[in-house]
């Protein structure tokens, strides 16, 4: 029988050949695979225990070429020839700055390591432009197949999606097909989160949160405003009732 350690190298390497080989479709947005990640994602640097009780998942990471990028990709080519250096030096993502107070809310500090965590985003491929916007709808297929092995692997107690996209995509690699209205409503409602089997039949719950970043957090305060997160805070704080371990 296989180890975690070693079924987490063989699918990593079929996403690399994946999207080393990727061809987009008509008027899709073209992905690619990242040369410098030896990882199953860039943000898996960050955090990536495979006995994570916490599975972080975002929508997808953008464009490493991209000149904004260029501090983590010299962070992550660092790493990649054994320096200690984190993922967060000199990064100044919205995103990342953002769950990094998020984060505190459950009591966890991801300026460092944590064993119970491990991020990566649902569609593997990067953009070779840009970090937003277009329709990766047809990428989702694909990815629900990967994403529910790297789920077999790491069997988490807790899945956080940010944003709708991500958490109808985990639902659907996890074998629920859901649709949803008015993300924010669903958010607040008794249905998140949504516990789900996986194939050995162990229960994960999956919580749907808002994404962190600056158009997330303005939907999330109905347009309000794109820096406030009190109440994104308070969203998060609903998932401390699922930490045990941290108690």
């Known amino acids: 029988m296989k180890t975690k350690q070693e079924r987490y190298v063989a699918l990593v390497g079929q996403v690399r050949e994946y999207f ?52 983590v990709i010299a962070n992550i080519r660092s790493i990649n020839n ?11 993502s919205k995103t990342n700055i953002n769950l990094r107070i998020l984060f505190r809310e459950l009591n966890y500090d ?10 990566t985003n649902f569609i593997l491929g990067y953009r070779q432009k840009g970090f937003s916007g277009g329709s990766l709808n047809e990428w989702k297929a694909v990815s629900e197949t990967f994403f529910h092995e790297l789920v077999d692997i790491i069997r988490p107690e807790i899945i956080i ?50 994404h962190c970043g600056t158009m997330g957090t303005l939907n999330r305060n109905n347009k309000s405003s794109c820096e406030s997160l009190e109440i994104q805070k308070e969203d998060w704080r609903r998932i401390l009732k699922d930490i045990s371990w941290r108690c």
């Open 20 to 71: 080393k080989n990727a061809y987009s479709q008509k008027n899709s947005i073209q992905l690619q695979w990242c040369d410098e990640c030896k990882e199953i994602n860039l943000w898996t640097y960050w955090q990536g225990s495979l006995d994570a009780k916490i599975l972080l998942v975002g929508q997808d990471w953008g464009c490493p070429t991209d000149p904004s990028a260029e501090n």
């Open 161 to 210: 999606c940010l944003g709708k996209f991500t958490f109808i995509g985990v639902l659907a690699a996890l074998g629920k097909r859901k649709s949803i209205g008015n993300y924010n409503c669903f958010i607040e409602s008794d249905e998140n989160p949504i516990s789900l089997k996986l194939r050995d039949g162990k229960l994960v719950k999956i919580y749907g949160v808002a």
């Open 110 to 119: 991801i300026n460092t390591k944590e064993k119970d965590l491990f991020f």
């Open 82 to 92: 054994g320096a200690d250096v984190p993922y967060m030096r000199c990064n100044d």
